[in-house]
């Protein structure tokens, strides 16, 4: 096996320090990437959003800490640290940051 594709030594790790906010911006940082789907972690000022959009595979949002709102469908939910929400695919979605916000974002490819 390459080191390319060895796989990481475990290590217990908190999300929300992962990642770092930055003023008036979005940062993405990619924990996962596989031909299966990937595992990201987001941080967003608040104020940021990512305008509405559709992916070609579900996608599940996990807040790890602050305040979103995340629209599907024309319909608007509130989450909170701890809480999770399914974007179904091929399904119109946007994201606002409400406060200060950090989410892991699983895609799974089917």
Do not use: C, W
Not at 18 to 26: A, K, M, R, T
Not at 37 to 63: I, M, R, W
């Amino acid at each position: 096996m390459s080191e390319e594709n060895k796989p990481a030594a475990p290590e217990v790790t908190r999300l929300a320090d992962l990642v770092e906010y930055q003023e008036g911006s979005i940062v993405s940082r990619t924990l996962i990437k596989e031909n299966k789907g990937t595992v990201t972690l987001f941080a967003f000022d608040k104020g940021n959003a990512l305008s509405e959009h559709t992916a070609p595979f579900d996608a599940l949002v996990y807040v790890v800490e602050g305040d979103m709102e995340v629209t599907i469908d024309g319909d608007a939910y509130f989450l909170t640290a701890g809480e999770t929400i399914l974007m179904p695919a091929n399904r119109p979605h946007a994201v606002n940051a409400v406060s200060p916000f950090k989410m892991l974002l699983t895609m799974i490819r089917p």
